[in-house]
Nanobody, 120 residues
């Protein structure tokens, strides 16, 4: 069992930056793939960034070049640095832990989410 708690969301002006953090507690954090998902109003939840247990990374095309995912296994944390924020980035962002980095159905554990709102 892995418990996940997101933090760092808030209201930010377009063009600004934000850093989201996910703190994990439980067993074997280092063996999990970690992902950041987001869900905007009226839209499906989508995977925007992921990092494997070996620190390979994946980014959705919509965020590539603006988002950076990282993990610190010693601290049981995963972070998402978001730069050049756009209004369309507005969503609830969720941290998740699972088995296969790019396959959403293999993410077993989920946080409760943190709201990111980008104003224009």
């Amino acid at each position: 069992q892995v418990n996940l708690v997101e933090s760092g969301g808030g209201l930010v002006q377009a063009g600004g930056s934000l850093r989201l953090s996910c703190a994990a507690s439980g067993r074997s954090f280092s063996v999990y793939a970690m992902g950041w998902f987001r869900q905007a109003p009226g839209k499906e939840r989508e995977l925007v960034a992921a990092i494997s247990s070996g620190s390979s990374t994946y980014y959705a095309d919509s965020v590539k070049g603006r988002f950076t995912i990282s993990r610190d296994n010693a601290k049981n944390t995963v972070s998402l640095q978001i730069d050049s924020l756009k209004p369309e980035d507005t969503a609830v962002y969720y941290c998740a832990a699972g088995a296969s980095m790019r396959i959403s159905t293999t993410y077993y554990y989920w946080g409760q989410g943190t709201q990111v709102t980008v104003s224009s």
